[in-house]
């Protein structure tokens, strides 16, 4: 994994200076396409030399609007992320010159480009410094598993997909994550497409009948199949249409066909990318059984008393790779990303493992 | 099919006095996701009481930009209207107050609601005894193949698709043709779309390797894969995705197996939606085998000479419905828009039937 670091080497970090528990404050943020959170937690050494985790000290947390510059624009996605900061140092009661780190972890970011574009940015905002780590928001949600530590494999599946899987010794692949035209199929976006596309297609005769017809229009408050062209049309936010998903899972809890089709063909997806990444890295070992966290993150996996897609990926990447480790964070990516840019500035997390 | 005609009954038609050749002229126009083409043609009963056939008499032509409004919106999608009839009516020498009726068929209109919108606007710039119509760019395909006769069934596959049928006693029905996000996967959006995704998945590991990747990076002039999510993003423009269709057909046609499953595929989304359209209306009656006019239009459906997507749809419906009678017309949509607009102020077209 590339990390941007101001351009300074790795041999830096051990002449940084230890800091007091008064030494300021590390700010993590979570830039999704449905929201951005930002939260603040001390750059302090706890007298254990980890920072506490029951519970973990977070100053503030602040929420804001979407932030991929794919979907909303380089501008909006940069006021955006300048205004969460601003808010949740505010709501600490703290400043920016007190601010050690950051990690900004942000879908959409795929390549050394767009992390030197936004590094660029944020040297306008912060101090020389300040340590700077952009990254894609896989990295934070995996973080958000294993409280900082960079092993495993990510899944998330929110409004878009994609998995990200990491090896100690720093090899690193994704799989999905590029989009719903480029075929995020297991998405929120892209469960909820499929049962809108299944609608028209039940209503111009091209596909079987389903509940998901009298269910979204209901949701919709739409009266007509006819409707939902303009209704989809109206507003092109992905994460817009995402919000149909638990209508779909809703349909499929009550027997509907196409409904249940759509979510099993999801898991598939989401299956398929996890797949694709251990296997890449080879996370599991030679004899397929090595053990590797498996961190769930984002509302489409979330449990569910009856249709649990998250349960059904984890049960399909169980039976190839028994080694993987299932784990659903007990904190938010916005913390992970905030524990990382700690890891590496602060501590050593080395021995501090999940808490799942 | 629910003719907008400036709330006139349909008897006052018998009681529009004859005009001569001097008599004005009749715009046709065809607004794509594309492009939009006007063309203007005389207003004039012929000695033969139809309109010269060979050739027909175009009095001018102009071209301009998607004046689709679900893709650009609707002030950019009328000014693109309105500049483009302009621009016809001073190619032909003509003037709007030459204008004795005017056929709009533009993708997007779906309900009366679009077209009284439409209407209303026109009404601003067309005194009150112009007929107006405004149609589906379906309509105006279908009478593009019929000489203007409002029967049988059209498939349109360009950037976008849709199947359009109507019976000789005025019902109508469709299929498809409610865009990329819903379902349009045999259009060239639907099509390229695919042939993307999958480079990605031969990328990250979920798909197997393919030609598309070489043949698609070489194309749109980038390195690696993983600038495909910076391209597409880029613009947001469907026609902009679709025109990678020539190299997906390359490709198939070099033997790719990927390319060759994504037109098969298409071939059977294309062929599903003229199959719900003729089993809905009943197209070919109830042995099966009543003729009727199949138009075929669009850039995915024209003759290649290795792999024929038109052919290949033909070669399927053709086998259900025996009595389907394809055409590839030989004169574009806005003509047909034109011969529409023409057929209803003008004459009757009556056993003008379609040169094939």
């Known amino acids: 994994m590339k990390r941007c670091r101001n351009g300074e080497t790795w041999d830096f970090e051990s002449e940084m200076p230890a800091v007091s528990r008064n030494g300021g ?11 951005t959170i930002c939260v603040c937690i001390p750059a302090a050494l706890h007298s254990s030399g980890r920072l506490p985790d029951h519970p973990l000290p977070i100053l503030a947390r602040a929420v804001a609007g ?11 996605a940069r006021e955006t992320i300048e205004k969460v900061m601003a808010q949740a140092l505010s709501k600490a009661h703290s400043s920016r010159s007190a601010v050690r780190a950051v990690c900004l972890a942000i879908s959409g ?3 050394s480009t767009d992390q030197q574009r936004i590094l660029d940015w944020l040297r306008n905002i912060f101090p020389s410094h300040v340590e700077i780590f952009v990254e894609n928001d896989a990295v934070a949600a995996l973080a958000s598993g294993t409280m900082g530590k960079i092993h495993g494999c990510v899944l998330i599946a929110g409004t878009g997909t994609i998995a990200y899987g ?5 090899r690193e692949a994704r799989a999905a994550g590029a989009g719903p035209v480029l075929g995020d199929w297991g998405s929120g976006y892209g469960i909820a497409a499929q049962a809108l596309t299944a609608v028209v297609r039940a209503h111009d005769g091209r596909g079987p009948q389903t509940l998901l017809t009298h269910n979204i229009l209901n949701e919709l408050g739409l009266s007509s199949p006819d409707e939902l062209i303009g209704w989809t049309y ?12 638990p ?8 027997g509907d066909e196409v409904a249940n089709k759509i979510l099993h063909d999801s898991v598939l997806e989401l299956a398929a990318s996890v797949e694709a990444v251990v296997r890449r890295l080879r996370l599991c070992g030679e004899d397929g059984k090595d053990p590797f966290p498996l961190v769930m ?9 009856g249709w649990d897609i998250g349960k059904s990926v984890i049960d399909r990447i169980t039976k190839i790779c028994p080694g993987a480790h299932p784990i659903r964070p007990k904190v938010e990516p916005a913390v992970g990303a905030a524990l990382l840019a700690w890891n590496y500035v602060i501590g050593e997390l080395g021995d501090l493992v999940a808490d799942h």
């Open 25 to 35: 404050v590390i700010l993590g943020l979570d830039g999704g396409t449905t929201s």
């Open 66 to 76: 979407c932030s991929n510059h794919n979907s909303v624009g380089e501008t909006a």
């Open 109 to 111: 970011v795929n390549h």
């Open 166 to 170: 990491f090896t100690e010794d720093g």
């Open 234 to 245: 109206t507003d092109s936010s992905w994460a817009r249409i995402a919000r149909l998903v």
């Open 247 to 254: 209508v779909v899972v809703s349909s499929a809890e009550a």
């Open 297 to 305: 993150v984002g509302g489409v996996l979330e449990a569910n008393k």
